[in-house]
Structure formats: C-alpha cells, structure tokens
C-alpha cells in the first residue's frame, strides 16, 4: 500500500493563490473593459463586473470589484462631470483593477480609477445604432413633422407620481400670469432604472387608447436625479416616441442632459419648468395674435366710421339745399319748355279751340239734363223708401217682437220662460213667454 500523498488544506491552499495572485505584476493596475451588474452604494460601491456573449446575451465572465470610499466619493464625482449621470448598473465601463484573493471570501478586483470617455463612446455608438435603425426604417422624423393643435391647452403628462419635476412643472404651468386654463392628466410611470422604458411605453400606450383628449404629450423626469439616464437610449421607447399621433414634448434629466429621445421628439427642453414654460408661451403667443387682429379691427372700423362720419356731415350740410335747386332749376327748365310748346303750338292749336268751345257747350246742356232727370229719380225712391219703413210700418198698427236682438217671425221657436221684447210706434213692451 503506497503512502499517502502530502495534501494541503483549503486554507494553505487560498493562501498560495493569494501570494500568486498578490506577487503578479500583470494583476495590478490593470485597465478592463466590463459591464457593471447590482450595484450598491453604501458609502463604499459593490457592484459585480460581467462580460456578456455578444451572439447570446449570456454571461461569459463575471467578477466581484469594489469601489473604496474615499476613491468611490472622487470617481462618482469625475464620472458624472463627464457624462452628465451617476455610475450605475448596465453601463459599460473600462476600469482599473487590482486583483485580490481573500482565502474565505475569494476573488474580487478593487477599482481604483474609471475612463468616463470609454461610457460615454459606447453611449454615443448605441444611440448612432439607434438612431441610423430609425432613419432607414423612415420613421425618424414622424413625431418632428406632426402639427400642434392650436390653442395647445390639453396636455397628457408622463411622469413618475409625486417627483420634484412633476410638481415644478404643475405649478409653473398654474401660475401663468394670463391665467390660462391647462387641462392635465399624469399618466404614472418608472422614469430611471431598466423598467423605465417599458414603463413609459405602456403610459404612452393608455394615452393613444384616448388620443382626441389630448393635444400633445409632455414626458418629464421627476426630481433631480440623472442616474439612469443610460436606460432611455433604448430603440423600443425612442420609436414609440418617433410614431407617436400626437407630438411629444421631452425633458429628462437636466439641462446638459441628452438621450435618443431628444432626436425623436417634436419639441426637446431642458427641464419639466421649461415644458411649462414653452406651452404658456405657445398660448400666450396665439393670445397676442387675437389681441393685435382685435387691435387691427378696431382701428379700421374707426377709420371707416370717421369717414362715413364725414362723407355724412358733408352730406348733411348740401342737403338743405339740393332740393330747393333741383326744383328751381326744374322749373326753370319747365318754363323754358312751356314758352317753346306755346310758341310752337299756338297757331297749330287755334283751328280747334272753336270746335273744343262748342263741345264744351253741348256736354254741359246735356249734363245738366241728366242731373235733372236723376233727381226726379232719387226724390220718388226717397218716397217710396220712406212708406215701406220699419218705422212707417209701426205707424200702421204693426209691432215687432225680439229675443236677444233678433226678430221672431214663428211662434214655435219661442220655448217657455223666454224674453220678448216688443217694439211699438211709441215705446217697448217686455214679457214672457208661457206657453
């Protein structure tokens, strides 16, 4: 039986590792390209470095890497000044490294400084990506080239509930100095981390479900941080965006701040107060051409009134005259076509005035002839009239009796308890019928 071969325990072991890994030049300070993964921030930074698959998507390399306090408070500050965002989890980052090797906890890589040009280059080589994807499929400029309803007063908000941004932008939005009325409706969503994009995705969604509510769509960032502002270069939210009926206005992060969005939106600003700002200013600016076009109309009504005023006092004070000289110049003008007439026709005339004088003779003899004959006429109907009247009637003997101012020429029509009233030659008798 052979002898048992010299064996060394777990810890001696991780120690030979750890002198190994300590003792190799190439270990230290070394520059790697990775992807950050759950990273925390306690004072100090643990996050996780991996390098994915580029076919795949799948994790091919993985590594645990700390950020000391002291360096973590100088790179998170250098990083942002760079890039405008806070280092945070799915960048892609190239640091430097010091490899460490613990015997109970393992490998780990301490990371003692970061290149924000490597971020930022890979930030701005995704949103060319993007950005060259959505030009080819022709969509790039769609939501750029939408019209604004006129006035813009209905407004679609997209933005995380209760956020600094969200309530500057209300506010700003209520106090505008002409007291213009806005209608709003926050449409909630996550507005950093992965689940961002899908979220406003499916706010923008809800908003097109109903789109003749709203005359555009703001999407605002609330408060002040700017850490995941790497999750809005994504291709999905920025064609949303791009084909989006109605025009969207965006402004994320601060005012250096820029996405994909930017390029896609119709309107980019650079906070939530400034979406306020732009849409008071596109109302007032509609506002002021009502006021100048009301302005405009009320001088040339005013001209065309003091000139009808005038033509009306000129007319006014010819009136009193022009009919006095129409008729004088009338007459005038009749005088001088009489005397031409006279003289003109009086000897033409002359032959028949004699035979006019004779007629005239005999039309009045015969006048006075049937004047005469028409008398005589009139006087025997006045006394034949005046023997068949009523009156003349009573005078005889006769009477007429009445009910209810009508004459009664039969007997049966009269019922019993009726009124009559009878007219003599002298006075009227009142009865009543009994049978």
């Not at 971020?119 to 769609?142: F, K, Q």
């Not at 969200?166 to 007291?179: T, V």
């Not at 006092?313 to 001088?336: C, E, N, Q, W």
Request: hydrophobic fraction near 45%; charge should be neutral; include cysteine.
């Amino acid at each position: 039986m052979s002898p048992a071969p010299a064996s060394l325990t777990l810890e001696q072991f991780n120690n030979l590792i750890a002198e190994v890994v300590a003792s190799a030049p190439s270990l230290r300070s070394a520059w790697v390209t990775a992807e950050t993964s759950d990273l925390r921030r306690n004072g100090h930074c643990y996050l996780e470095l991996i390098q994915k698959n580029p076919a795949t998507g799948d994790t091919i390399a993985r590594a645990r890497a700390t950020i000391w306090r002291t360096t973590f408070q100088r790179l998170d500050a250098d990083f942002f000044m760079a890039t405008g965002t806070r280092l945070d989890s799915g960048m892609k980052v190239m640091v430097k490294v010091t490899a460490n090797y613990h015997p109970a906890y393992g490998l780990s890589l301490n990371i003692t400084d970061i290149d924000p040009a490597y971020t930022m280059g890979d930030l701005m080589r995704l949103r060319r990506e993007i950005l060259a994807r959505l030009t080819t499929e022709g969509v790039i400029n769609l939501n750029r080239e939408l019209a604004w309803n006129i006035p813009t007063l209905r407004i679609a908000v997209i933005s995380a509930e209760g956020a600094a941004g969200y309530g500057d932008f209300m506010r700003h939005l209520a106090d505008n100095p002409r007291r213009l009325r806005f209608t709003t409706s926050l449409f909630g969503a996550v507005m950093q981390g992965t689940q961002a994009p899908a979220s406003i995705i499916a706010a923008l969604d809800e908003i097109a479900a109903a789109e003749d509510r709203w005359d555009c769509v703001v999407i605002i960032r609330g408060g002040g941080a700017t850490s995941d502002l790497a999750s809005f270069e994504n291709y999905e939210l920025a064609a949303n965006i791009a084909q989006f009926p109605l025009p969207v206005i965006v402004g994320i992060g601060h005012e250096r701040d820029i996405t994909v969005l930017d390029y896609v939106a119709n309107m980019r600003v650079k906070t939530p107060t400034a979406a306020a700002q732009w849409l008071i200013e596109q109302a007032e600016e509609l506002l002021e051409r009502i006021d100048n076009s009301a302005r405009a109309i009320t001088l040339a009504a005013g001209r065309m009134l003091a000139e009808a005023s005038e033509q009306l006092a000129y007319i006014g004070s010819r009136l009193p005259f022009l009919p006095g000289a129409a008729v004088s110049g009338a007459r005038a003008t009749l005088d001088r076509l009489s005397l031409r007439v006279i003289s003109a026709s009086s000897g033409a005339l002359r032959p028949y005035q004699s035979k006019l004088d004779g007629a005239m003779q005999r039309l009045s003899t015969a006048i006075a002839a049937s004047m005469s004959r028409r008398a005589t006429h009139l006087d025997a109907l006045e006394r034949l009239v005046g023997v068949l009247s009523p009156s003349a009637t009573l005078a005889r003997g006769y009477s007429i009796t009445r009910v209810d101012g009508h004459a009664v020429t039969d007997a049966s029509q009269i019922a019993p308890g009726t009124t009559l009233i009878t007219t003599l030659a002298s006075g009227t008798v009142t009865s009543v019928a009994t049978e």
